[in-house]
């Protein structure tokens, strides 16, 4: 398969993530369209060589050029890195792929699931592509793992994974994001990596709603380790991968998103935990904290294939039912007596 370093490469969303990714590729010498859908957000990154809103104090080298044009973005692209929210993936990816070169490697590094639709990012990227009648062939997978962008940006050590269906793909996308600081893995499940990527993010709200609880390390250690069961329960239900689910992507991803203080989610769990409406939360928050939409697609998407999930149920009923925080620990808690580990 052909070699990408030498590539043109687009990452389509300058948020927080998009730019580091593109950072981290610029600095390696690969050429780097970065997209942003408003065009004085381009300007900015143009003029500051820095994207102050999201990533202040991370200079874009001159390898990355901003562009608010998603054809100019593409254009012979043989790498396209969607890092766009969930809710608005499927426009933007309608829009820009019948651009997409033949052979392009399209990776979603995004955590989140479809509201509407219950599907993942891969399956939104198929789904248009099929309902577009496309005869090319292009590559889908994800980039997940334990990585918040700003620790990427300054180049602490960080590993990922990342999944296509074809192990060549795989490889060779891994060889693209390689450096001497961010390692990453391969895996060819890429359901399971996905499902990994978007629930976590609702674990880690409810984590945060322990910590603003005032919950010690006991509880945050048995909602980490129960979550990660509900998880894997939910993801072995849809044909991923057991193993997945102890590896970077999965127990990996989860710890730092459950503890870690750069957390979006857990933030907003946070302000919960302490007795903050919903609304009052995400109006204090600059980013987009993916697992609020995420918990309703999540309890749907358990709720269609009978999976038990009842740190997910409580979460919903929090954000969506205005549920007492401690009254869902408490009926957490005095649910049946189960064994601990139990599969579909």
């Not at 590539?7 to 010498?29: F, Q, Y």
């Not at 050590?157 to 060889?175: C, G, H, L, M, Y």
């Not at 590896?247 to 769990?269: A, E, K």
Request: glycine share 10%; proline share 3%.
């Amino acid at each position: 398969m052909k070699e990408l370093r030498s590539n043109r490469v687009a990452v389509i969303g300058a948020g927080s993530w998009g730019t580091s990714l593109a950072k981290l590729l610029g600095d390696k010498g690969v050429e780097v369209r970065l997209w942003a859908h408003k065009s004085d957000h381009v300007s900015a990154l143009l003029r500051d060589r820095e994207n102050k809103k999201y990533l202040p104090g991370a200079k874009l080298p001159e390898t990355v050029l901003p562009v608010a044009d998603i054809a100019e973005a593409v254009e012979s692209a043989r790498c396209v890195v969607m890092v766009v929210p969930s809710h608005g993936y499927r426009g933007v990816f309608e829009q820009l792929a019948p651009k997409l070169p033949d052979g392009a490697f399209v990776v979603s590094a995004v955590k989140g699931i479809e509201n509407t639709t219950l599907q993942t990012m891969t399956q939104v990227m198929q789904n248009s592509l099929q309902q577009q009648n496309s005869t090319r062939t292009i590559h889908l997978g994800v980039l997940s793992g334990p990585s918040f962008a700003a620790e990427v940006a300054i180049g602490q050590p960080t590993a990922v994974t990342v999944a296509f269906d074809d192990k060549a793909a795989s490889r060779t996308v891994q060889e693209l994001f390689a450096t001497p600081f961010f390692r990453a893995y391969t895996s060819n499940d890429v359901i399971g990596l996905e499902l990994c990527a978007a629930v976590k993010n609702v674990v880690a709200i409810a984590a945060g709603i322990g910590d603003g609880l005032g919950y010690g390390l006991n509880s945050r250690a048995a909602l980490i380790t129960r979550g990660l069961a509900e998880i894997t329960r939910l993801g072995v239900k849809l044909g991923a991968q057991p193993l997945t689910f102890s590896g970077l992507g999965g127990v990996g991803d989860l710890v730092l998103t459950c503890t870690g203080g750069l957390s979006r989610n857990r933030t907003v769990g946070l302000k919960l935990g302490e007795g903050k409406t919903l609304d009052q939360a995400l109006a204090e928050m600059t980013m987009v904290a993916e697992g609020v939409r995420t918990t309703k697609s999540c309890y749907n998407l358990a709720q269609k294939h009978g999976v038990e999930m009842p740190i997910l149920e409580q979460t919903y009923q929090i954000l969506y039912q205005n549920k007492d925080c401690r009254l869902a620990v408490q009926e957490l808690f005095q649910r049946s007596l189960k064994e601990e580990i139990v599969l579909p």
